[in-house]
Every structure is written in C-alpha cells, then in structure tokens.
C-alpha cells in the first residue's frame, strides 16, 4: 500500500534536546512538506521541499531543521532552540509542488516537552 | 486579513441529514486551488475534495461536494446524508498560484469547523 509514515506517534523531550521526527513516503511524490499544529488551529507549514536536495523554509522555520538527500525521506529536527515546539506535527507530499496537486498527509507525531 | 475564514467553529446535525460546512477565502490570484481535510479524534489529515479556481463545475466526491461560487470567494463543504463517522474537525484550505508573489507550496488553513452528528 502506497503512502506516508511518521514515526513515532508520541514523542517526549527534555528541554534542551534536539529531536528528528520521521517522514517517510512511498508514493513517489517529488514534494514534501511540514506543518505544526497547535490546539484549536489549522495547519502552518515549517517546511518543504520541492525536490531531493533541495528545500526551502516556510512560516515558522525558526528553531527546526530539515535534510531531503532520499526522495521518500524528509526528517524534521526540532532544535533546543524552538521555543515552544509543543505540538502536533503533520508530514505531507504531492506529486509536484503545482498550486493543483493536493497534498497528502501523514498521520502525524506528538510532540511533548517536558 | 485572514486568507481563509471558517465562520462555524462547531456545527450539529442529525444521522442521514445534510450539511454545509461555510468557507471563504481571500486572494487577488486568478489560479488557486481550495482543498477540504477531514481530521478525526486519531489527527491524520484526510483529503475530501478539491476544486480548481478555473473548474466551471463543482467539485463532487461520493457523499461531499463543494459549492464553489467565486464571485463571491466562497467555497462550502456539502456533506449529503451524513453518518456518525463523519464527526471530526473539516478544515478549509486554499493553494494560490506563483502570481501571487508569495509561496505557492503551502496550504493555507481555516481553523476548522468541528462537525457532530448526532444519531
């Protein structure tokens, strides 16, 4: 079955730690992206990347880092720098980045700081 | 100014009974995209529906469909003969073109409407 992973579901941090959160797809869908959610609010994107190798930042980069060097793989660090990265976090991927192509997502990692 | 605007922060409606779910949007883009998620108690983000900003028809999809009007930039989700699996959170999200001058990679997300059915 073709689709998007995340690991782990529930996800537990000491204050100054950094952490990586997993996305994998199987898809073969050229963009990624990461979005974090807050309680009671839509989605605001971290992060994309339009092709291996290559990613740009989004709304609220500050305090996360990305790398792209699989197509299926785009892990999101989340440094001690964050301030409050509390949070819900959403991986997705679409085929291109074309404003048309929907994007599809992942089931998501909870994020805890402790 | 908010992009996209969910005015029903909740919304109630019995077993096998429609619904609207109300969505408006704001872009001075003339290609744009308007998507609708699906997000129950488990948080996966699921894909409902789509529609183009050049698509003449409304956009269908079993039991979802969307009322498009977009003179008056509003894009509503109609949910015919709803189940109780359908309660969850529905959010609204609009993708605008690269005229825009800003990104055309991010969706832009409503803050949700939080859908019950009742049986």
């Known amino acids: 079955d073709g689709g998007i992973t995340q690991s782990p579901k529930y996800l537990f941090r000491k204050e100054g730690q950094n952490v990586t959160l997993s996305c994998e797809q199987n898809?073969?869908?050229?963009?990624m992206y990461w979005y974090r959610q807050d309680p009671g609010q839509g989605l605001r994107l971290i992060y994309y990347s339009q092709i291996v190798n290559d990613f740009q930042k989004g709304d609220i980069a500050e305090g996360y880092s990305v790398s792209r060097e699989k197509k299926e793989s785009f892990p999101l660090t989340v440094t001690s720098a964050q301030k409050n990265p509390t949070a819900f976090y959403l991986c997705a991927s679409s085929i291109s980045p074309a404003s048309t192509d929907t994007q599809y997502f992942g089931p998501g990692t909870r994020l805890t700081v402790l | 100014a908010q992009k996209i605007t969910q005015t029903q922060p909740g919304m109630f409606v019995q077993e096998k009974e429609a619904v609207t779910l109300d969505c408006t949007y704001d872009t001075s883009d003339q290609s744009y995209g308007l998507f609708w998620y699906k997000q129950p108690s488990s948080g996966e983000m699921i894909f409902l529906i789509y529609q183009g900003s050049y698509d003449e028809q409304n956009a269908t999809e079993g039991r979802y469909s969307l009322n498009f009007q977009k003179a008056r930039k509003s894009a509503n989700l109609v949910i015919s003969a709803s189940q109780l699996g359908d309660s969850a959170m529905y959010f609204c999200a609009m993708r605008e073109g690269r005229s825009s001058g800003g990104s055309n990679y991010k969706l832009t997300f409503g803050k949700g409407t939080l859908l019950t059915v009742n049986p």
């Open positions: 898809l073969n869908h050229d963009a």
